[in-house]
Nanobody, 127 residues
Framework: EVQVVESGGGLVQAGGSLRLSCAAS????????IGWFRQAPGKEREGVSC????????YYTDSVKGRFTISSDNDKNTVYLQMNSLKPEDTAVYYC????????????????????WGQGTQVTVSS
């Protein structure tokens, strides 16, 4: 089955850290753009970060720059999102997504990745 599966979410205190993992099954990340979205209750879905497997370029939304780091391990077919200095505002369901593209894609509303989506992992940051 072709899918991506997220893991690593949980409950942490403000200032803490989590590392999310996105593992691909049925395809290889090489040649894909892989990214993370998040959606909090009452808010629109937001593109958080993306990595291009063709050149390694990365993207971060302004609110997470300097705190989050996206990376890939092609041998493990896994992308990670290291989240440090977490804030209550980071609380959301985080989704991994992928599109067969050499670069991260952007539309009118921001990051766009359409081919594969995970089912999400909950991240909750307490104050």
């Amino acid at each position: 089955e072709v899918q991506v599966v997220e893991s690593g979410g949980g409950l942490v205190q403000a200032g803490g850290s989590l590392r999310l993992s996105c593992a691909a099954s049925g395809f290889t990340f090489d040649g894909y753009a892989i990214g993370w979205f998040r959606q909090a209750p009452g808010k629109e879905r937001e593109g958080v970060s993306c990595i291009s497997t063709s050149d390694g370029d990365t993207y971060y939304t302004d609110s997470v720059k300097g705190r989050f780091t996206i990376s890939s391990d092609n041998d493990k077919n896994t992308v990670y999102l290291q989240m440090n200095s977490l804030k209550p505002e980071d609380t959301a369901v985080y989704y991994c997504a992928a599109e067969r593209s050499p670069h991260c894609l952007f539309g009118y509303y921001g990051l766009v990745l359409r081919d594969y989506w995970g089912q999400g992992t909950q991240v909750t940051v307490s104050s």
